[in-house]
T-cell receptor
Framework: GQNIDQPTEMTATEGAIVQINCTYQTSGFNGLFWYQQHAGEAPTFLSYNVLDGLEEKGRFSSFLSRSKGYSYLLLKELQMKDSASYLCAAMDSNYQLIWGAGTKLIIKP | NAGVTQTPKFRILKIGQSMTLQCTQDMNHNYMYWYRQDPGMGLKLIYYSVGAGITDKGEVPNGYNVSRSTTEDFPLRLELAAPSQTSVYFC?????????????FGPGTRLTVT
């Protein structure tokens, strides 16, 4: 079957670094997405990885290992506004997204 | 560009009533999607469309219907509403022509069925 696993909740301190892990199992694979979702709002796109390696975009980076079925989202220099849920989604062979339940990130001052 | 717009933002339905959730995108995207999101859960795909006149079922289509008569519009119809359909509904769109599959989401419709 198809499955995405990510931690339910994480806590970090303002100014620190946090890594949110995601493992996936899909029928075929066409890439891994990370979205940010603030409470009561729609998801917004953060990153897309289809090749192995690290993609850096400002304070956010995303890593993919296709052989391990593993990805992580790295957030640096955490700010209070980064408090949100982070959704991992894998694209299967039909180009449909399989979504994880999301990781709620709590930032403390 | 307004992006993806959805109406209404909130709605309370009685059991057995019907309604249509509206979704419009102005980005000329070919793909459109309807998801539902229950508290603490991931997004579940209800229906999707790869272009005008073409729709297909997602993971949880029962109790819903869709149509796509134009590129811009993708309404979702709920017939005989049930409490299990209480959820937040998101419409999304994407353009697959260049191999970029990023989905853009509307603001959501919060539906309560009582």
């Amino acid at each position: 079957g198809q499955n995405i696993d990510q931690p339910t909740e994480m806590t970090a301190t303002e100014g620190a670094i946090v890594q949110i892990n995601c493992t996936y199992q899909t029928s075929g694979f066409n890439g891994l997405f990370w979205y940010q979702q603030h409470a009561g709002e729609a998801p917004t796109f953060l990153s897309y990885n289809v090749l192995d390696g690290l993609e850096e975009k400002g304070r956010f980076s995303s890593f993919l290992s296709r052989s391990k079925g593993y990805s992580y989202l790295l957030l640096k220099e955490l700010q209070m506004k980064d408090s949100a849920s982070y959704l991992c989604a894998a694209m299967d062979s039909n180009y449909q997204l399989i979504w994880g339940a999301g990781t709620k990130l709590i930032i403390k001052p | 560009n307004a992006g993806v717009t959805q109406t209404p933002k909130f709605r309370i339905l009685k059991i057995g009533q019907s309604m249509t959730l509206q979704c419009t995108q102005d980005m000329n995207h070919n793909y459109m999607y309807w998801y539902r999101q229950d508290p603490g859960m991931g997004l579940k795909l209800i229906y999707y469309s790869v272009g005008a006149g073409i729709t297909d079922k997602g993971e949880v289509p029962n109790g819903y219907n869709v149509s796509r008569s134009t590129t811009e519009d993708f309404p979702l119809r709920l017939e005989l509403a049930a409490p299990s359909q209480t959820s937040v509904y998101f419409c999304a769109s994407s353009y697959t022509g260049t191999g970029a599959y990023e989905q853009y989401f509307g603001p959501g419709t919060r539906l309560t069925v009582t």
